[in-house]
């Protein structure tokens, strides 16, 4: 299940407001683009800026439209691991495929305080866990030789990957390796990575599935020329604090509107006329393949 491409939903809003129609269309219209499955309340869908009641109305949303047709992850952060496993119960009642953890923030334990806190997690529900190492957020990397260590527990399956160099090692273990840092996707899968959980897959997952594809047919030269196409896109969708600029794009495309929560901003207007010139790069590379196909 833990492979392919894997999208952190962003969450729509509407004058401070969590937009729920905008939510569900969105839901609706990944569900139908070749993805993996759909992350929800990931960093990318601002989950730390959420209260409590929105977190939930946001997975019941996606959720109601998902409804078995793609797998959900939910994502649970934070810096106290006990408010981890509480959230964690919270969330069993819904019928998702796991939960993408991260270490805790902030705090920056050790290796053997993130093996703890990981433990304590696998202890306290039997659906999967995504390990999530993200130490530019957390302050602190989840080491191969501590994956290791947790992969021995039978429900953590994978891992989000985002620090490069660890790819080779990571792919090693008996662990799926989805890469979390979309430059550096085509890296992860060339090193045996199985997927990614990729925040640009809001405007192009055809083509990041495309890429994984010529991957697996061992047609890597052909993949990243492509994909060395696709890389200055990439980089404007993350030249704000993310997701202001994967935001801007959708509100291009008129799916929702631009809006994020303070204290992140919205794409700069310099930026909004570089994406909008981006969009005719996306045109242009789409229509290029079909006429190879």
Same mark, same amino acid.
């Given at each position: 299940?833990?492979?392919? /491409?894997?999208?952190p939903?962003?969450?729509?809003?509407?004058?401070?407001?969590?937009?729920?129609?905008?939510?569900?269309?969105?839901?609706?219209?990944?569900?139908?683009?070749?993805?993996a499955? /759909?992350?929800?309340?990931?960093?990318?869908?601002?989950?730390?800026?959420?209260?409590?009641?929105? *977190?939930?109305?946001?997975?019941?949303? @996606?959720?109601?439209?998902?409804?078995?047709? $793609? +797998?959900?992850?939910?994502?649970?952060?934070?810096?106290?691991? *006990?408010?981890?496993?509480?959230? @964690?119960?919270r969330?069993?009642?819904?019928?998702?495929?796991?939960?993408?953890?991260?270490?805790?923030?902030y705090?920056?334990?050790?290796?053997?305080?993130?093996?703890w806190?990981?433990?304590?997690i696998?202890?306290?529900?039997?659906?999967?866990?995504?390990?999530?190492?993200?130490?530019h957020?957390?302050?602190?990397? @989840?080491?191969?030789?501590?994956?290791?260590? $947790?992969?021995?527990?039978?429900n /953590?399956?994978?891992?989000?990957?985002?620090?490069?160099?660890?790819?080779?090692a990571?792919?090693?273990? +008996?662990?799926?390796?989805?890469?979390?840092?979309?430059?550096?996707?085509?890296?992860?899968?060339a090193?045996?990575?199985?997927?990614? @959980?990729?925040?640009?897959?809001?405007?192009?997952?055809?083509?990041?599935?495309?890429?994984?594809?010529?991957?697996?047919?061992?047609?890597e030269?052909?993949a990243?020329?492509i994909?060395?196409?696709?890389?200055?896109?990439?980089?404007?969708?993350?030249?704000?604090?993310?997701?202001?600029?994967?935001?801007?794009?959708?509100?291009?495309?008129?799916r929702i509107?631009?809006?994020?929560?303070?204290?992140?901003?919205?794409?700069?207007?310099?930026?909004v006329?570089?994406?909008a010139?981006?969009?005719?790069?996306?045109?242009?590379?789409?229509?290029?393949?079909?006429?190879?196909?």
């Amino acid at each position: 299940m833990y492979s392919g /491409i894997w999208l952190p939903l962003v969450t729509p809003f509407r004058s401070g407001e969590v937009d729920i129609e905008a939510l569900q269309s969105l839901a609706d219209h990944y569900a139908r683009t070749g993805i993996a499955g /759909i992350v929800a309340l990931g960093t990318t869908g601002e989950a730390a800026l959420l209260s409590d009641i929105e *977190r939930v109305t946001v997975l019941q949303a @996606i959720s109601d439209v998902v409804d078995g047709r $793609l +797998p959900l992850l939910v994502g649970i952060g934070g810096m106290d691991t *006990r408010e981890f496993v509480r959230e @964690i119960r919270r969330f069993e009642r819904w019928d998702v495929a796991g939960f993408l953890v991260s270490a805790p923030a902030y705090v920056c334990p050790d290796q053997a305080g993130i093996e703890w806190h990981f433990e304590q997690i696998a202890r306290e529900t039997e659906r999967p866990i995504v390990l999530y190492d993200v130490p530019h957020r957390t302050g602190a990397p @989840i080491e191969p030789d501590t994956v290791a260590r $947790l992969a021995e527990h039978d429900n /953590i399956v994978a891992i989000k990957a985002c620090v490069s160099r660890h790819f080779d090692a990571l792919c090693k273990l +008996p662990i799926n390796v989805l890469c979390g840092t979309d430059e550096a996707f085509v890296d992860c899968l060339a090193s045996g990575g199985h997927g990614g @959980i990729l925040a640009s897959a809001h405007v192009c997952a055809d083509l990041l599935v495309e890429i994984q594809s010529l991957m697996q047919a061992q047609d890597e030269e052909t993949a990243r020329l492509i994909f060395e196409r696709l890389k200055p896109v990439l980089k404007l969708l993350f030249a704000a604090p993310n997701p202001s600029a994967i935001k801007a794009m959708l509100s291009l495309e008129g799916r929702i509107a631009d809006e994020v929560r303070m204290p992140i901003t919205r794409a700069s207007e310099a930026l909004v006329a570089q994406l909008a010139q981006a969009r005719e790069t996306l045109h242009a590379l789409r229509a290029k393949l079909a006429a190879t196909v």
